[in-house]
């Protein structure tokens, strides 16, 4: 059964700072790896994701998958108050299933 | 602003009471997700669907949980005798195929006195 597990699983950064979150899973057959976002109170939604290895970059957020050694990241650049949340990783092994880690809680102090 | 709809968004149930919780996927999507999500953050799996058809579930412990997607209706999730350990957020999601992405509703909140 696929095991994910999310670091640290909490962190406080200053405002401008980058943030480094990190996943790692156990099913080397996992073929989608993501990351959701979840502000307190709110439906946790979407951030990115990537089906190979290698990076991912969107705007602030960059995603990083390295398939052999079972880990993938979320790089954040100039973190902001409002990147405040609780960040969900997320991987997708045979069948439709996600499994998610139990999320790294970030705050960004301005 | 989500477009999965899930109701009601808080439910209050005494234990061995039968709790109903309903959810409208977005438009289009067929894929329809059950998870719990407890106080720890840990989400847990519980079913999927396409279309009217279950995908994937967990053993269901007891069959106290049961879930149907019928055509033009809400999705629903329904504990038939509630205990205290199912309290939880309870988050409906729905993809427009596979599980690339998935679309959350705001949850349903139980409470199992």
Known sequence: QQKVQQSPESLIVPEGAMTSLNC?????????????RQHSGKAPKALMSIFSNGEKEEGRFTIHLN?????FSLHIRDSQPSDSALYLCAVRDMGYKLTFGTGTSLLVDP | NSKVIQTPRYLVKGQGQKAKMRC?????????????????????????FQNQEVLQQIDMTEKRFSAECPSNSPCSLEIQSSEAGDSALYLCASSPGGAETLYFGSGTRLTVL
């Open chain 1, 67 to 71: 398939k052999a050694s079972l880990h």
């Open chain 2, 24 to 48: 409208i996927p977005e438009k289009g999507h067929p894929v329809v997700f059950w998870y719990q999500q407890n106080k720890n953050n840990e989400f847990k799996f519980l079913i999927n």
């Open chain 1, 24 to 36: 790692t899973f156990s099913d080397s057959a996992s073929q989608y790896f993501a990351w959701y």
